[in-house]
């Protein structure tokens, strides 16, 4: 049986004058791996930063594990066992990636446990063990990426958060990255995956979201989004007869 | 000699400065608020020094101690009751805020003792002098120059070997995303505030043991030397104010040795020349920081 983890319900949120989101909701049941999909521009990072707590919604819920975490501070989000992989990584530069590290254990730091947990990140991610010593700025792109990936587990979080993990990285980084997500999944971790890359995300997702500008277009399982390509692509910007989901 | 006396006091002179600067850039590197208020501290500092010193016997060591407490409380109220409520509006707002604290902060000592200075007893340990390596300096030369290396090396430590540390670092670098590892924003600005304010009030004793008396504008000058300290420095770095301040009172020395008796009077100008050299031909400053590192992804 599966048990609801984090719900949202008819979530507003705005920038100013400008509704980014106009009453969306979403589930991402215990377990699951969720992608929700969407062009640029069309509420993604808004969604995220809504249930991070960077971003005050304007109306509606957003619950996690049963408490009402709209209007928490980010800080007090990430305590309840939320973490969010940032779009473009946003790793500290000026940190060793030992920092990084220490800082995503932040809240759940345990002396013990600690070198058992980095070794584990070794385990996932062999190079960060090489650079731990470095100034996150020197990574290169993918090795950020995985830093920021082991940085937000380090938290030991109930519901990891990816936004645009493959942005901006080459094809075999995106294949590294997304075999990793997987491996995440059938460690039992509770995944929300934002993503550009639909092709690759639904390949992966249990169940997938389809939100363009700022309203909630689809929800079902990947098949169910095969079959309604022929609306997909109209959002998707795809021509007629065109198989392939790219956004 | 006169190069042993120029390195003692330009030493001396840079240790105040670059403690003045460093406190200025402890908040601004996390809030990118030039705290205006910071002047007020050292006062604060100066008229705790004037009113235990001469109203109470409590010991001299025990008095700076309380001195620097009494700068470092102050500067966590003002964060608590005049910044914190305006932080989430706009840093304008909170510029504004620290005009109308520092402001307040005047007029409360203008009201409460008196617009006029008042001399300020000192240890005689601050006027002894002492021979070091044959060069005759007093004593409080010295005790600026060991009191700034043990911070310095203190807050080294600190800053790179404690959590609390390495969350403030990474607060200066981003702030929304240190938040997100779940830092709590209060934690991090309150303690740079303590930090900023307990600076203030180490200056605060070397300061007014300089001159041996306080007013309400004492803050004035110690606020516009750490300003101009950072600006060479580098407002985005924490070394880069440290560096700063010795280069300020390094020009300071230099200026004051080398302009002829008839330009001395004109010292600031040139210093002031110098600063706006700076902002024209590197407005990073000396040490960069993350001013201009390149954002990566």
């Known amino acids: 049986m599966t048990h609801t983890m984090l719900t949202i319900r008819d ?51 957003v619950v996690f594990l049963d408490e009402q975490i709209a209007n928490k501070t980010p800080e007090s989000i990430l305590k309840r066992g939320i973490s969010l992989v940032p779009e473009g990584r946003d790793i500290f530069t000026s940190l060793t990636v030992a920092e990084n590290m220490r800082l995503g254990a932040f809240v759940s730091y345990n002396r013990k ?64 990255i997304f075999e990793l997500i997987v491996r995440l999944r059938e460690r039992g971790m509770t995944i929300l995956l934002v993503e550009q890359n639909a092709e690759r995300a639904l390949r992966v997702a249990d169940r997938a979201y389809v939100l363009n500008t700022g309203v909630m277009e689809f929800s079902g399982t990947p098949e169910e989004l095969e079959n309604e390509l022929d609306i997909a692509s109209v959002y998707f910007g795809g021509g007629e007869g065109n198989k392939e989901v790219t956004l | ?76 109220l003002t964060e608590l009751v005049a910044f914190r409520p305006v932080r989430t509006k706009s840093l304008d707002a909170m510029l504004v805020t620290s005009f109308a604290v520092s402001v307040l902060l005047q007029n409360a000592v203008l009201l409460l003792v008196s617009p006029r200075s008042r001399a300020v007893p000192l240890p005689a340990i601050f006027s002894q002098s002492v021979a070091i390596f044959g060069v005759v300096t007093p004593m409080r030369n010295v005790l600026t120059i060991v009191t700034a290396v043990l911070l310095l090396t203190g807050l080294t430590l600190l800053m790179k070997y404690t959590v609390l540390g390495i969350a403030m670092r990474a607060a200066a670098d981003k702030f929304t995303t240190t938040r997100l590892m779940g ?102 400053g000396l040490i960069r920081g993350n001013y201009t590192e390149e954002r990566v992804g």
């Open chain 1, 11 to 61: 979530l507003h949120a705005s920038y100013g004058a400008i509704t980014a989101l106009h009453g969306i909701s979403l589930d991402v049941n215990e377990g699951e791996l969720v992608a929700l999909l969407g062009s640029n521009g069309a509420g993604k990072s808004t969604t995220l930063k809504s249930i991070c707590g960077v971003l005050r919604p304007v109306y509606g819920s």
């Open chain 1, 113 to 176: 446990r600690y070198q058992e947990d980095l070794e584990e990140m070794f385990g996932l991610f062999p190079i960060l063990k090489e650079r731990l010593h470095q100034p996150g700025g020197l990574l290169s792109g993918g090795e950020q990426q995985q830093l920021a990936i082991a940085r937000a587990l380090m938290s030991h979080p109930k519901l990891l958060i990816l936004d645009e993990p493959s942005l901006g990285l080459s094809p075999a980084l995106v294949d590294q």
């Open chain 2, 1 to 76: 000699m006169i190069l042993g006396e120029f390195i003692i006091n330009t030493l001396s002179l840079g240790s105040m400065y670059a403690l003045v600067a460093l406190g200025l850039v402890f908040v601004y590197g996390i809030l990118k608020l030039v705290n205006f208020a910071y002047g007020e501290y050292v006062m604060v500092g100066g008229y705790t020094l004037y009113v235990l010193g001469t109203f109470t016997p409590v010991p001299w060591l025990a008095v700076m101690i309380i001195a620097v407490l009494m700068a470092a409380a102050t500067s966590y």
């Open chain 2, 183 to 284: 830092v709590p924003a209060n934690l991090v600005i309150s303690v740079a505030f303590i930090i900023s304010g307990f600076l203030a009030g180490v200056v605060s004793v070397f300061w007014v043991g300089r001159s041996a008396s306080v007013d309400p504008l004492i803050g004035f000058t110690p606020l516009l030397i750490a300003f101009i300290a950072t600006v060479i420095g580098g407002m985005n770095s924490l070394v880069g104010a440290v560096v700063g301040g010795f280069a300020y009172g390094l020009l300071f020395n230099a200026l004051s040795i080398l302009l002829p008796a008839s330009l001395i009077s004109y010292r600031d100008a040139f210093m002031f020349a110098i600063v706006i050299l700076f902002l024209l031909l590197k407005p990073e």
